[in-house]
Nanobody
Framework: QVQLVESGGGLVQPGGSLRLSCAAS????????MCWYRQAPGKQRELVAG???????NYANSVKGRFTITRDNAKNTAYLQMNNLKPEDTAVYYC??????????????WGQGTQVTVSS
């Protein structure tokens, strides 16, 4: 069974930076797309950024120019560098990956979530 483990959340002041990591572990799998979503209290989960297996990226308009998604395929890890953070970025951030497990086919996998709080 493949698992996604996130790390890197925390409390930061407005204008500060954080880097989130999402590492996949398990046996015999290949990762297709990887994404970061977030969910603020009382709001729906929204897509923040995504990256394909080939490195193509897309971003929500609200984070363009401030957030950068990257991945290290050798480490099965995706990263979200968040700069110039704003209070409205406060949310639980979730990692998502579309993964092919050999013998089982494609599946959707989610991390447990990591809290990001932007406050002075």
């Amino acid at each position: 069974q493949v698992q996604l483990v996130e790390s890197g959340g925390g409390l930061v002041q407005p204008g500060g930076s954080l880097r989130l990591s999402c590492a996949a572990s398990g046996n015999r799998f290949t990762i297709n797309a990887m994404c970061w979503y977030r969910q603020a209290p009382g709001k729906q989960r929204e897509l923040v950024a995504g990256i394909s297996s080939g490195g193509s990226t897309n971003y929500a308009n609200s984070v363009k120019g401030r957030f950068t998604i990257t991945r290290d395929n050798a480490k099965n890890t995706a990263y979200l560098q968040m700069n110039n953070l704003k209070p409205e970025d406060t949310a639980v951030y979730y990692c998502y990956a579309q993964i092919l497990e050999y013998g089982l086919g494609y599946g959707d996998y989610w991390g447990q979530g990591t809290q990001v709080t932007v406050s002075s």
